[in-house]
């Protein structure tokens, strides 16, 4: 029978690379001349955070037209030197000194840039995770130990350790995304063998994604994590420090809100539910399933389109719940229960990396009243409820 048109033949039209999914193949570390100021800058952030003098520097940047900038790594690079130096630059001062104005002079390139990639103003998981990396030894491997961020927060290795360690469980899952074409082929043909086949890659990159996840705890502090880090992801939408949101002088007159960032922006954990027909409940009354379909709007629109074409192709759950086959059952399960268990272990690395540090500085003798968003996700969302249950619709789509 000929094959049927399977809008996914061709993963190369959504931005996604055969062997590294949704992750940016070899980021560009560089810019044209004319940007090495946005590129000085944002190399130097630590520093320059530390020593308070970031909103000085940025407000000494020259004006700069991105006409200069050309094709799509260029604009993903300047997004994150962009979106790097904003979050610097808002929360330089922590939460004791927010600036509630974004300068024009990085506000005006940063906003075209972000209208030119369909992203938004704000720095996403797609810039400091799928673009902010490079190996050290081209022709090494893709390791930790080979690999280094191009751009860093205060914290010292924290923010390495933080998006390097998520770049690479995004490569051990991104071995399931290229057999998604195959699995939509599978059904469509009506072949059990060859859905089986895929399937069992799907589970099997699970599990190692699952296995990397382990290296947070060598190469991410809790305390660093908690105290500095993750001021810097922070956003402009449900934070009482910026209950308006952040002017963009020159761009808009009034200011605008945007979600700090999110893991929910990744495309690799999104496309698994879609894949494997996992709802997190209706967008109408659940904030999980909201939250989840909003921060669509914060990844590349291919990826976004990539999500909704899986969504919309014919369904692997139906096909299996109206077969005879328990062996199908069997791997359809074990697909889903590797994503609960991954998630199981997401969760117990944020009771090390959150919840417990958290409590540990709020029984700190001077701490004042914990801000009520720091129970909250960079999102605004409440974080912990949030997590359990997306696992616990995860669970829910067992056979
Ligand atoms: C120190 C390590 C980590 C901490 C403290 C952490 C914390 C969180 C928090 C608080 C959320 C709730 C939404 C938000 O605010 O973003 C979240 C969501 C998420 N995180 Fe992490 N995370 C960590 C590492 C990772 C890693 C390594 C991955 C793998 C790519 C990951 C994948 C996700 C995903 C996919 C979500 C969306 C919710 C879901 O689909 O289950 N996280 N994380
Ligand atoms: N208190 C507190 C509190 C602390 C942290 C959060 N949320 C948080 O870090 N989200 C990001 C995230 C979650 N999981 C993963 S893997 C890679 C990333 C990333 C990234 C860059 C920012 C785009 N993430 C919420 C509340």
Known sequence: MALLMNPLSNLETYDISEDL???????????????QPWIRLAK???????????RDEVKKLPELSICHLQGHKELRLAHLALGCITMG????????DVTQVLP??????????????????????????????????????????????????????????????????????????????????AIINKNCNVLKEGLRTVSSSLREAEQTFHLVHEYVDPIDFFKILRIYLSGWKGNSLLPEG??????????????????????????????????HGSVHENSSAQFLQEMRDYMPPSHKAFLEAVASGPSVREFILSSKDADLKKIYDECVRALVDLRNYHLKVVA??????SSQLK??????????????????TDLMSFLKSVRDTTKKACL
Do not use: H
């Open 89 to 96: 630059y808002v929360w330089e001062g922590g939460d004791k």
């Open 352 to 357: 090390k990396y959150i919840i417990i540090p």
């Open 246 to 279: 952040l002017k963009y002088e020159g761009v808009w007159n009034n200011p605008r809100k945007f979600s700090g960032g999110s893991a929910a922006q990744s495309s690799i954990i999104q496309c698994f539910d879609a894949l494997l027909g996992i709802q």
């Open 104 to 185: 024009r002079i990085i506000a005006v390139p940063f906003c075209e840039i972000s209208k030119k990639l369909g992203l938004p103003p704000i720095m996403v998981y797609a810039d400091c995770v799928l673009a902010n990396w490079k190996k050290k030894d081209p022709s090494g491997p893709m390791t930790y130990d080979n690999m280094e961020t191009l751009f860093a927060f205060p914290g010292g290795d924290c923010s390495k350790g933080f998006f390097l360690v998520s770049l690479l469980v995004e490569r051990a899952a991104a071995s399931a995304v290229k057999v998604i074409p195959d699995i939509f082929d």
């Open 363 to 380: 029984n700190n003798a001077n701490r004042k009243e914990v801000k009520e968003d720091e129970e909250k996700g960079t999102g605004g």
């Open 21 to 35: 999914g949704f992750i940016l193949e070899d980021p560009l570390e560089e810019l044209p001349d004319p940007y």
């Open 44 to 54: 130097n952030l630590p520093s320059l955070i530390d020593d308070q003098q970031l």
